[in-house]
C-alpha cells in the first residue's frame, strides 16, 4: 500500500481530475444548453443544437455524479460540510439540473411550439445555473467559509444563502459561467455548420472575452483585497485525519504563497489564457476539434490555477480557522484510499475509452437535413 | 440537541423522495432485458418485427429513464445536504460502493444508452446489441453497488469504529461485498425490476390486443413478457425467502416485527398468517398460525430459536446501559486522547457505542439518563409492529398473485391462446400497478424496518442528520413536492400518450395510429 502522505496528495489530483473532467465533459453539454435560445433561432436550428449533445449529455452528466460520489468516499468530511452548509446553493443545482434530462428527452416527442420553447428555457437553465453556482462557491471557498466542529465532528453552519452571493464570488461565478459557456460555444462551432455556426463564433469571441477579463480581475482582487489561511501549527501529513488538531491564522498575500514557492504552477493561469486565446484562432481558422481541446486546456488552467492557490487547504473556516478543511485532515483512511485509487486507476482509462468510441460513432457535424431525416428519433 | 421535528423532517424528505425515485428504478431495470431479447431475436432472425418491438418499448423506456435520472442525483446530494453527520461517520465504507457506482456502472449506462438511442444507423447490427447489452449491465450493476452500500447499513461487516478520527473505519472491503444481506437484497431487488419490466410490456401489449390492434407486434411482446415475468417473479420469492433467512441482528428485529413476534417460542416458531398486533400491551389480539413455517424459513432449521421481540428488547436493554460506559469513555478520550484508563475502558465497551448513542435523543449527556429515558430508548429499538406486519403482507400478497398471473400468462402463451382471452388480457392489464406498489412496499419494510438506526447497531438516524433548520427543511420539501408533481404529470402524460399511440410513433409505415410528419 502506498504511504498515507502520498495517498492524500493522489487523491487531491484525482478530485481535481475529476472536477476537470466534469467541467469539460458536462462543461460543454452545459454550455451548449445556456446557448441554445441564442444561437438557434428556429426548431430546426435549435434542434440541431441539442442534437450535437443529444447521444452524449447523459454520460457526460457522470462525471458530476462520479465527482459527488468520490468526494463522499475520499473527502467525507468536506462532501458533508459543504453540501450540508451550502444547503440552498446545493438545491438550486440540483433543482437546475432536473431541468436536463426531461429537456432533451422530452422537448421534440411534442409537436407544439410552447411546449418546445418552455423545454429550451428549461435547458438553458439546466446548462446556465450550475456552473454560476459552482463559481461562487468556489469563491467563497477563498473568503473562508462559517463553520466550526464540535469534538465529536458535528459541523455547524452559521452563513446564510444570500451572504454566498457576495461581490468577489460573483466575480467568480462569471469566470466560471463564461468558460463554460465559451467551452460550449466552441463545441459548436465543431460540431454545426451555416448560421449556428457563425453565432456560435460570435458568442465564443464574446464569452472567451468576458472569462479573460473576469479571471484577470479575479486574480487581481485576490492579490490586493483578499487574506489566505496559513496552517501555523506543524503538520505531520501522513497522520490520522483530525481537523482540530491545528491552528489556522489568515494572513494578506497567502493565496500566492504556493506560487511564489512553486514557481512552475504559474504555468497554470498562462495556460487558461493562452488557452481560450488559443481556441479562438483555431476555432476561427477552421481546426475545430483543436480548438475545443485548446478551450479544454484553458478549462485546466483555470480549476488548476485555484486548485493551486488554495493547497493544501480545500474548505477554510472563517468561523473557527482550526476547523478549516485541509488535503491532509479531511481524508478518508488510508485503506479506503487506497483501494479507491486503485479502482480509479482501472476504470477512468475504460471510460476514456469508450466514451471517445461513442463520440467517434456519432461525430461529424449535425445538419438540419439530419434533423429532419429522424424527426421521430432525434431530440 | 437535535430537534426531533428536524429528524423527522429529514426523514420524510429522504423517503418522499427515495420512493419516488424508485417509482422508475425498477422499470429501467427490467425492461432493459426486455429490450435485450427482443433485440437478440431481431439479430438472430433478421425480423424487422423485433427490431420495431425493441426500438418502441425503448421510446417508452426513454420516457421513464430521464425520470430515473433526474430523481436518483437528488439522493446522491440528500447525504450530503440533509445527512452530513452519517456521511462523515460512515463515509470512509458507505462513499466507497457510491463512487464504484459511478465508474463502473452509470458511466457505462449513460454513455451506451446515447448510443442506443442515437447510433441505429451508425453501428452494425451486432454492434448494436452489444451496446444494448452494456446499457443493460451498467444499470443492473448500479443496482449491485447501491444495494452493498444499502446491505452494509442493515449489517455493518468489515468496518470498526475509531476514536481518533471519530467515525467508522473500513478494515475489510471483501467483506462488505460479499456481504450476506447485500447480496440476497440485490438478487431480491433486481428480479423485482424485472417483474415490473415484465408487467409493463404485459399490460400495455394486453391493452393492443383487447383492442384488437397491432395485434402481431402486441401477441410478441405479450411473449416474451410472460416467459420473462414468470422467471422473475419465480426469483423474487425464492430470493425474498433468502432475505429471510439471515443471521444479521437488524434482519432478526426485523423479523420479529414483521412476524409480530413478541415471545421467543420454542423451535421451530410458528408463522402468523393474520394478526391484531397490539403495540402497548406487547401482544396480538387475535392470530391465526401455521405452526413451524416461520422457525424453518428463518433459520433453514428444525431447532434454531427465533428470538420474540420482548426477548430482542431484554438483550437491548443491556446493552443500552454499557453503551452509556462506551459514550462516557469516549468523551474522555476526545478530551484528552492519551487517557490510558478510559481508552481501556472504551475497548471493553466500544462494541455496544452505538446503542449508548441512542439516549443522545433524549438526553445531552447520556450519564444523565433516567430509567424512564432508558425504557423510551430500549422500546425505540424495536420498530413499530402493525406497519411492518401489514406492509409486509402487502408485498407478500402481491408477490403470490403476480405469480398466479405470470403462470396463466405464460401457460396461455405457450398454448397460443391467450390473444382470444378477453379475461386473461383484462387480468392482465389491471396488474399493471402491482409491482410498483410491492417495490414501494417492500422499500418500506427494508428501511422502517431497521429504525432507530441508519447504520444498524451502529449509528442512531436522530444522530445522522445535518444541523439545519426546520424552516430550510419545510422550504426544500415544499420545492421537491413542487417539482416531482410537475414531472411526474409530465411523465405520465408522455408515457400515456405514447401507449396509446404505440408503435405508429415510430413513423415507419407499418402499423395503426401512424404519426404524423
Not at chain 1, 202 to 208: L, S, V
Request: net charge neutral; charged share 15%; hydrophobic share 50%.
Amino acid at each position: 500500500m502506498l504511504d498515507y502522505t502520498t495517498l492524500k496528495l493522489i487523491w487531491w489530483l484525482l478530485i481535481g481530475v475529476l472536477l476537470v473532467g466534469f467541467a469539460i465533459m458536462d462543461g460543454h453539454d452545459m454550455g451548449v444548453g445556456t446557448l441554445l435560445p441564442f444561437v438557434g433561432k428556429d426548431d430546426t436550428e435549435r434542434r440541431v443544437v441539442i442534437n450535437t449533445v443529444g447521444p452524449h449529455w447523459d454520460g457526460n452528466q457522470v462525471w458530476f455524479v462520479t465527482a459527488g460520489g468520490a468526494l463522499f468516499a475520499a473527502w467525507p468530511l468536506v462532501y458533508a460540510t459543504a453540501f450540508s452548509g451550502f444547503y440552498w446553493a446545493m438545491l438550486a443545482v440540483l433543482w437546475a439540473l432536473f431541468f436536463r434530462p426531461v429537456g432533451f428527452d422530452y422537448r421534440s416527442k411534442i409537436h407544439n411550439d410552447t411546449w418546445r420553447r418552455t423545454w429550451d428555457w428549461c435547458l438553458f437553465i439546466g446548462g446556465f445555473v450550475p456552473p454560476l453556482i459552482f463559481g461562487v462557491a468556489f469563491g467563497n471557498l477563498f473568503l473562508g467559509v462559517p463553520f466550526s466542529f464540535d469534538s465529536f465532528l458535528v459541523s455547524t453552519y452559521s452563513g446564510s444563502f444570500w451572504a454566498l452571493l457576495n461581490p468577489f464570488a460573483l466575480l467568480v461565478g462569471v469566470v466560471s459561467s463564461a468558460m463554460i459557456t465559451f467551452h460550449g460555444a466552441i463545441y459548436l462551432v465543431h460540431r454545426t455548420q451555416g448560421e449556428v455556426q457563425r453565432r456560435s463564433l460570435r458568442a465564443a469571441a464574446f464569452f472567451g472575452g468576458l472569462m479573460m477579463l473576469a479571471f484577470a480581475a479575479a486574480g487581481v482582487w485576490l492579490w490586493t483585497g483578499i487574506p489566505g489561511y496559513v496552517i501555523q501549527s506543524a503538520v505531520d501529513t501522513g497522520g490520522l485525519p483530525n481537523p482540530l488538531a491545528k491552528t489556522v491564522v489568515r494572513e494578506a498575500g497567502a493565496w500566492f504563497a504556493n506560487y511564489e514557492r512553486y514557481p512552475a504552477t504559474m504555468a497554470l493561469p498562462v495556460m487558461g489564457f493562452v488557452g481560450v486565446l488559443l481556441a479562438q484562432v483555431l476555432a476561427r481558422t477552421g481546426r475545430t476539434m483543436a480548438a475545443f481541446w485548446s478551450s479544454s486546456l484553458a478549462i485546466i488552467g483555470v480549476i488548476g490555477t485555484a486548485g493551486a492557490a488554495l493547497f493544501p487547504f480545500i474548505m477554510p473556516s472563517s468561523l473557527d480557522p482550526k476547523s478549516s478543511l485541509t488535503v491532509w485532515d479531511s481524508v478518508s483512511s488510508q485503506v479506503t484510499l487506497s483501494i479507491m485509487f486503485w479502482v480509479s486507476l482501472l476504470f477512468m482509462p475504460l471510460i476514456i475509452a469508450y466514451t471517445s468510441w461513442a463520440y467517434r460513432v456519432m461525430g461529424g457535424k449535425v445538419t438540419s437535413a439530419y434533423v429532419r431525416e429522424n424527426s421521430h428519433s432525434a431530440y | 440537541m437535535v430537534s426531533e421535528q428536524l429528524v423527522d423532517l429529514s426523514r420524510l424528505q429522504f423517503a418522499a423522495t427515495a420512493l419516488y425515485h424508485f417509482l422508475f428504478v425498477p422499470l429501467t431495470i427490467g425492461m432493459v432485458w426486455i429490450l435485450v431479447i427482443m433485440e437478440s431475436v431481431y439479430v438472430m432472425t433478421g425480423k424487422q418485427l423485433y427490431k420495431d418491438m425493441t426500438r418502441f418499448w425503448g421510446k417508452l423506456f426513454g420516457i421513464n429513464f430521464a425520470l430515473g435520472v433526474t430523481t436518483g442525483i437528488t439522493l446522491e446530494f440528500q447525504f450530503g445536504t440533509n445527512w452530513a453527520y452519517y456521511s462523515h461517520y460512515v463515509g470512509n465504507i458507505f462513499g466507497a460502493p457510491l463512487a464504484i457506482e459511478g465508474m463502473m456502472a452509470f458511466f457505462l449506462e449513460s454513455t451506451m444508452i446515447g448510443l442506443f438511442f442515437f447510433g441505429w444507423d451508425r453501428l452494425s447490427r451486432q454492434q448494436h446489441l452489444v451496446v444494448t447489452i452494456l446499457m443493460a449491465l451498467g444499470s443492473n450493476l448500479s443496482a449491485l453497488w447501491i444495494l452493498i452500500a444499502n446491505g452494509w447499513m442493515q449489517n455493518p461487516v468489515g468496518a470498526e469504529f475509531s476514536y481518533e478520527t471519530m467515525r467508522m473505519e473500513l478494515t475489510d472491503f471483501w467483506a462488505v461485498l460479499f456481504n450476506h444481506d447485500a447480496q440476497a437484497k440485490f438478487v431480491h431487488t433486481v428480479s423485482a425490476g424485472y417483474v415490473t419490466g415484465a408487467m409493463f410490456v404485459l399490460s400495455i401489449s394486453s391493452w393492443y390486443l383487447l383492442k384488437k390492434r397491432d395485434v402481431e407486434f402486441a401477441k410478441r411482446s405479450f411473449g416474451v413478457a410472460a416467459a420473462f415475468g414468470f422467471a422473475s417473479v419465480c426469483s423474487v420469492i425464492v430470493l425474498g425467502d433468502e432475505s429471510g433467512y439471515s443471521v444479521g441482528e437488524a434482519q432478526q428485529t426485523k423479523m420479529a416485527a414483521l412476524e409480530a413476534m413478541w415471545e421467543t417460542e420454542p423451535a421451530p416458531a410458528s408463522f402468523n398468517v393474520i394478526a391484531l398486533p397490539n403495540e402497548a400491551e406487547m401482544k396480538n389480539d387475535f392470530a391465526i398460525h401455521i405452526p413451524w413455517v416461520m422457525g424453518i424459513i428463518g433459520t433453514r432449521s428444525l431447532d434454531k430459536q427465533i428470538p420474540g421481540i420482548k426477548e430482542i428488547k431484554a438483550k437491548n436493554r443491556e446493552r443500552i446501559l454499557t453503551g452509556i460506559q462506551a459514550v462516557t469513555a469516549l468523551n474522555a478520550l476526545r478530551a484528552s486522547p492519551n487517557d490510558e484508563a478510559a481508552r481501556k475502558k472504551f475497548e471493553e465497551h466500544k462494541a455496544d457505542l452505538g446503542f449508548g448513542l441512542l439516549l443522545k435523543k433524549y438526553v445531552a449527556d447520556v450519564r444523565d439518563a433516567t430509567p424512564e429515558m432508558i425504557e423510551k430508548a430500549v422500546n425505540d429499538t424495536v420498530p413499530r409492529v402493525a406497519p411492518m406486519f401489514w406492509s409486509f403482507r402487502v408485498m407478500v400478497g402481491l408477490g403470490m398473485l403476480m405469480l398466479l398471473l405470470f403462470s396463466a400468462c405464460l401457460w396461455h402463451s405457450v398454448k397460443g391462446t391467450f390473444a382470444n382471452k378477453p379475461w386473461l388480457l383484462k387480468w392482465a392489464l389491471f396488474s399493471l400497478p402491482m409491482p410498483w406498489i410491492a417495490c414501494e412496499v417492500g422499500w418500506f419494510v427494508a428501511e422502517y424496518g431497521r429504525q432507530p438506526w441508519t447504520i444498524y447497531g451502529v449509528l442512531p438516524t436522530h444522530l445522522s442528520v445535518s444541523t439545519l433548520s426546520v424552516e430550510s427543511l419545510y422550504g426544500s420539501l415544499a420545492g421537491f413536492v413542487v417539482f416531482y408533481t410537475v414531472l411526474l404529470i409530465v411523465e405520465m402524460f408522455l408515457m400515456i400518450k405514447f401507449a396509446k399511440q404505440g408503435p405508429g410513433s415510430l413513423g415507419t409505415g407499418r402499423y395503426a395510429n401512424e404519426a404524423h410528419h
